[in-house]
């Protein structure tokens, strides 16, 4: 089955533990980025990546850091999360040429 | 002025009845119109796209596009329960660039 997989779907941490969330697509798509959703302000991208070893900033890359060593694989990095990162993020992807987006189940991070 | 609005919510119709979801976008470089479908707590899923202006028909769901008026919205006739849920407008740029709606929730009643 295609399918973009985040892990994990829910996760507590206090402030300042660095935490990495992973993503993994089976699609081979070249395009992958990660979102988070909040109340009141839709998605926000945070960061995207074209293709091994190209990552780009989104709107709303503070805090985060992320890397892309393999096509199938984005894993976002949280080095010293705060409470303003409590959050759902989505990990989506997509082929170069296609900007319709598939999204993994989603990670509600809470963050005290 | 957000770069895509959506008619806010929520959008309350009878089971049967056809449901209309309105976007608006700012950007006149737009390329590609996406409508994705959110079911509570769970990730958004692509339900239809538009690049020229027009209609496009997929099944109950119909995108209209209009460039000129920088505006997309979406259909769905013979609404089910089944379609209650937030839809959300994306707009891309030809760069690859996506901005999305905060989404309109959409209840359809038995």
């Known amino acids: 089955e295609a399918q973009v997989t985040q892990n994990p779907r829910y996760l507590i941490t206090v402030t300042g533990k660095k935490l990495t969330v992973t993503c993994s697509q089976n699609m081979n798509h070249e395009y992958m980025s990660w979102y988070r959703q909040d109340p009141g302000l839709g998605l926000r991208q945070i960061y995207y990546?074209?293709?091994?070893?190209?990552?780009d900033k989104g709107d709303v890359p503070e805090g985060y850091k992320v890397s892309r060593k393999e096509k199938r694989n984005f894993p976002l990095i949280l080095e010293s999360p705060s409470p303003n990162q409590t959050s759902l993020y989505f990990c989506a992807s997509r082929p170069l040429q296609f900007y319709g987006y598939t999204f993994g189940s989603g990670t509600r991070l809470t963050v005290v | 002025q957000k770069e895509v609005e959506q008619n806010s919510g929520p959008l309350s119709v009878p089971e049967g009845a056809i449901a209309s979801l309105n976007c608006t976008y700012s950007d006149r470089g737009s390329q590609s119109f996406f409508w994705y479908r959110q079911y509570s707590g769970k990730s958004p899923e692509l339900i239809m796209f538009?690049?020229?202006?027009g209609d496009k028909e997929d099944g109950r769901f119909t995108a209209q596009l209009n460039k000129a008026s920088q505006y997309v919205s979406l259909l769905i006739r013979d609404s089910q329960p089944s379609d209650s849920a937030t839809y959300l407008c994306a707009v891309a740029t030809n760069a690859g660039k996506s901005t999305f709606g905060d989404g309109t929730t959409l209840t359809v009643k038995p």
């Open positions: 990546s074209m293709n091994v070893e190209v990552t």
């Open positions: 538009i690049y020229s202006n």
